[in-house]
């Protein structure tokens, strides 16, 4: 199966009961869970702990201009968002051009895409047939154990070294780390696979290569909440209560009791309020997530036109710290989004070298936003099946997971997971 196909997964036969369900969190996962839902039938509360709706997709407006802290591209395998973007009627633009531009001297130049001609990736294909089928399909668990190497050991295991030059820098500037990190491969294969550059599909929605929404990506979130009939921001959980009856969650706005649970959050950020099983303690203290910041800032001088990939700063974890790519939207703005690995005070420290070493200014600092980006297993608990036990308790407590952990930290894999997950577990009721 090509990146972007329909899942394998079977779908729902027959109807079934109304059920009311409370979804914890308003990102793409959550609120695509939402949508699914309410479109079987059932009875769907929201609840978001910040003002508002889109998650890591939030834009923010300066100048006029909407800037998305997070994200933001699509690919043409990006099937199930562009079907969400068709329906609800929202407007896409071509994305800026890719650039790899040499921190030294300034020089930009285009990504090499070596692997797609040297034979590796015949190798790549041959390995994927034999070795992990389905990891275009949503979700991560069907191959993780044959992607629980760290990644730089699997490239080198089978010689994919052009793979890594290829995909490499856009995958640390992107935030999913570095490929000298301890990272296991699957994420890296599971990047790589949406991309859309190991497909044949070109083009999705008259676009041909990367696209996004017009006016920010969270557009896209805000229409989709719209016609949600229950979405509650700026409300927190207190605490969970789960039992055979179903499932009452306790907010700082009152009880909220349903039939099920859908946890659109990471298992470890829902946790001091979950009344947790062993099982879900044990994943919960597992989960690792990486320091990505975005900074939105005024920066005249530097390169324009273009959303530029660090070279130095994407080749190694040493480099911590430092700006690892930055965005340049809209031509006549001196207004740059910026993005970094590291602890807060390092990023704020060094991002003004970083940007005179290239040229440039940095002027006014508009907004710092720091994520706990792209919750992942390490190789060790992959191996140990830690993604498989996460899917095991699916329905267990009357309590389901999505999002960046059970998916990968990316719109178009969360919102396929979410979709696929609701289709099988809630049939269509009555």
Same mark, same amino acid.
């Given at each position: ?21 409370? @979804? ?28 508002? $709706? ?15 802290? &997070? ?12 079907? *969400? ?29 070596? %692997? ?11 390995l994927r047939e034999r070795e992990f089928p389905h990891i275009a399909e949503p979700g991560l668990a069907h191959s993780a154990r044959a992607l629980a190497a760290p990644v730089a050991e699997w490239l080198a295991e089978h010689r994919l070294h ?20 301890? *990272? ?12 859309? =550059?190991?497909?044949? !599909?070109?083009?999705? =929605? ?6 996004? @929404? $017009?006016?920010? %990506?969270?557009?896209?979130? !805000?229409? +989709? ?9 700026? $409300?927190?959980? +207190? ?16 009880? +909220?009791?349903?039939?099920?649970? @859908? ?7 829902? =946790?001091? +309020? ?34 530029? %990939? ?32 590291? !602890? ?20 006014? $600092?508009? =907004? ?16 140990? &099946? ?23 930290? *990316? ?20």
């Amino acid at each position: 199966m090509n990146a972007g196909q329909e899942p394998m997964s079977p779908p729902s036969e027959g109807t079934a009961r109304h059920r009311s369900v409370v @979804v914890v969190g308003a990102g793409p996962s959550g609120l695509a869970t939402a949508r699914e839902l309410e479109r079987a039938g059932h009875r769907v509360t929201v609840l978001e702990e910040q003002d508002t $709706v889109a998650g890591k997709c939030r834009s923010v407006d300066i100048d006029g201009h909407a800037y998305d802290l &997070g994200g933001h591209i699509c690919t043409p395998v990006y099937e199930r968002t562009a079907a *969400l973007l068709d329906e609800l009627d929202v407007e896409t633009e071509r994305t800026s051009r890719y650039r790899v531009l040499d921190t030294e001297g300034g020089e930009a130049a285009r990504q090499t895409m070596s %692997f797609l001609g040297d034979g590796a990736l015949r190798r790549y294909l041959a390995l994927r047939e034999r070795e992990f089928p389905h990891i275009a399909e949503p979700g991560l668990a069907h191959s993780a154990r044959a992607l629980a190497a760290p990644v730089a050991e699997w490239l080198a295991e089978h010689r994919l070294h052009s793979m890594a030059e290829s995909f490499g820098t856009g995958y640390t500037a992107a935030g999913y780390g570095h490929l000298d990190d301890d *990272l296991p491969a699957l994420y890296f294969v599971k990047y790589a696979e949406m991309t859309g =550059l190991l497909s044949q !599909r070109t083009q999705l =929605l008259g676009h041909t290569g990367a696209f996004t @929404v $017009v006016g920010g %990506f969270d557009t896209l979130w !805000r229409r +989709v909440a719209d016609e949600l009939k229950d979405v509650r921001c700026g $409300v927190r959980v +207190v605490s969970v209560e789960r039992d055979a009856d179903g499932v009452r969650v306790h907010t700082d706005a009152g009880p +909220v009791s349903a039939d099920a649970l @859908v946890l659109a959050v990471p298992l470890d950020r829902i =946790l001091p +309020v979950l009344d947790a099983t062993e099982e879900e303690r044990d994943l919960a203290g597992r989960v690792r997530a990486n320091a990505y910041h975005t900074t939105l800032a005024s920066a005249p001088g530097l390169p324009e036109d273009a959303f530029y %990939f660090l070279g130095r700063h994407t080749a190694s974890r040493a480099a911590s710290g430092h700006c690892v790519s930055y965005h340049h939207r809209y031509p006549g703005s001196e207004v740059r989004t910026f993005y970094s690995y590291g !602890r807060p005070e390092d990023v704020a420290a060094l991002l003004p070298d970083d940007v005179a070493r290239l040229g440039g200014r940095l002027e006014e $600092v508009h =907004l710092r936003q720091a994520w706990a980006f792209m919750p992942h297993f390490g190789s060790a608990d992959l191996a140990d &099946g830690a993604l498989e036990r996460l899917e095991a308790l699916q329905g267990r407590a009357n309590t389901y997971y999505v999002g960046g952990l059970p998916a990968f930290e *990316l719109i178009e894999s969360t919102v396929a997971h979410a979709q696929d997950l609701a289709r099988r577990h809630f049939p269509p009721a009555h």
